[in-house]
């Protein structure tokens, strides 16, 4: 457009020299013509833009590193003086706060015109798509007039499904009431007393066993039972920064892709678990017995931000004692492990897993009922790695 102004400029230049300098009149009609031109075609776009109307067309679910086919569709009953549109595209990850602007400009030629809008999909979660700063401009090139277009569009990237080698260790402590295993052992269920244990500064009185205490002299403080067929609970413990660092986000996508990939292998596996997240210091609980609940968190999953720092969902967790209800626990995360693994109760079959850049194989280590695991992140989506929960 800039282009073509100039170049107008310089002929109505022309035109005004020459009229000076010449003797004949048909330059001033001309330089009249000149100037009347740009107005006339102003006010034809205005009228085009008033039969106009913006639709998008294409995909509303997309898989992770593929082409997601979208349009944007330009419908008009009039072409007077309309020549092509300008406009950006702005895309927004929402779990990954992942922002991405495309400019976009069309000729414009037919009553209705899709302009392609494709993009790869890089990170899965759900996006936003919104059309920013619309123009209109006029067959030359000469005047451009904005459109309001607000409308938004939304996606959602599915994850890729990722191959993982689980075998299920034998848990001893079950016992079957019904189609359903449950495991007796400590929980918050004080009607049912699953063990003693001497009282200590900062434990809640009201659980004192006053009358044993009275006769053992000393302060005993009740342990409740926790009666139920989940006792696996999974952590995933994923934020977009680590040590004040914003994490790349999409080694941030295949890691939280893993994860969803193990909660599917637990329930394959035969392993109801809850899922545990936490999103502004607040944690969020999904209990997943089947597909269909597989399904519903993973949903919750790839509408929900990510916490702004990474792992800070175990503190949480520990800080109110919710470890206590289970006998397992899969803690997923990426970069280093932060001390507060090593402060888990030790009556608790842990298996901790990270993924990190810094490492081309796996690492493995085993400390006492606890199992920490590094997976490099450059082989996450390509290799299949073996765990025994």
């Known amino acids: 457009m800039k282009k073509a102004r100039i170049l107008y400029g310089m002929i109505v230049l022309f035109t005004l020299s020459a009229m000076i300098y010449s003797q004949y009149r048909y330059f001033i009609a001309l330089l009249i013509i000149e100037a009347i031109f740009p107005i006339l075609l102003y006010m034809l776009l205005k009228y085009d833009l008033n039969h106009i109307s913006i639709h998008y067309l294409g995909d509303s679910n997309g898989w992770v590193d593929e082409d997601i086919h979208l349009y944007l569709e330009v419908i008009s009953t009039t072409l007077f003086a309309i020549g092509s ?8 990850n929402i ?48 005047c451009r007039i904005r459109f309001p277009f607000s409308q938004r569009q939304n996606m959602t990237i599915i ?6 080698d689980m075998t299920r260790k034998k848990d001893l402590s079950y016992f079957k009431e019904g189609n359903h295993d449950y495991l007796l052992q400590k929980g918050f269920d004080m009607s049912d007393i699953y063990d003693l244990r001497n009282y200590h500064d900062g434990d809640d009185i009201r659980h004192i066993h006053w009358k044993l205490s009275a006769k053992m002299q000393q302060m005993l403080l009740k342990e409740g039972s926790h009666n139920s067929s989940i006792n696996t609970v999974m952590l995933v413990d994923i934020g977009l920064y680590q040590h004040q660092k914003k994490l790349d986000p999409v080694k941030l996508s295949h890691a939280l892709s893993y994860a969803m990939s193990l909660s599917e292998t637990l329930i394959q596996q035969g392993l109801p678990h809850y899922i545990v997240v ?19 968190a993973r949903t919750l999953w790839l509408c929900s931000p990510l916490q702004k720092n990474n792992g800070t969902t175990l503190p949480l967790f520990l800080s109110e004692q919710y470890e206590l209800p289970f006998s397992k626990m899969l803690y997923f995360t990426v970069g280093d492990f932060i001390s ?15 993924v990190k850049d810094s490492i ?30």
């Open 278 to 296: 936490s999103h502004s210091e607040k944690m969020s609980w999904i209990p997943v017995l089947g597909i269909d609940d597989l399904n519903y």
């Open 85 to 92: 549109v300008e406009f950006n595209i702005a895309y927004h």
């Open 159 to 164: 994850p890729e499904k990722l191959k993982i």
């Open 340 to 354: 507060d693994i090593n402060v888990v109760s030790q009556d608790m079959d842990l298996t901790a897993i990270t």
């Open 95 to 142: 779990v990954f706060d992942d922002c991405r602007t495309f400019h976009y400009h069309q000729n414009l030629n037919r009553h209705s015109t899709q302009i392609p809008c494709s993009f790869k999909a890089k990170l899965c979660g759900d996006v936003t798509m919104t059309c920013k700063e619309v123009y209109f401009y006029d067959l030359f090139g000469l």
């Open 360 to 389: 081309d194989d796996v690492k493995s280590l085993k400390k006492g009922t606890v199992q920490f695991i590094e997976l490099p992140s450059s082989h996450l989506t390509q290799n299949i790695y073996h765990f025994d929960i």
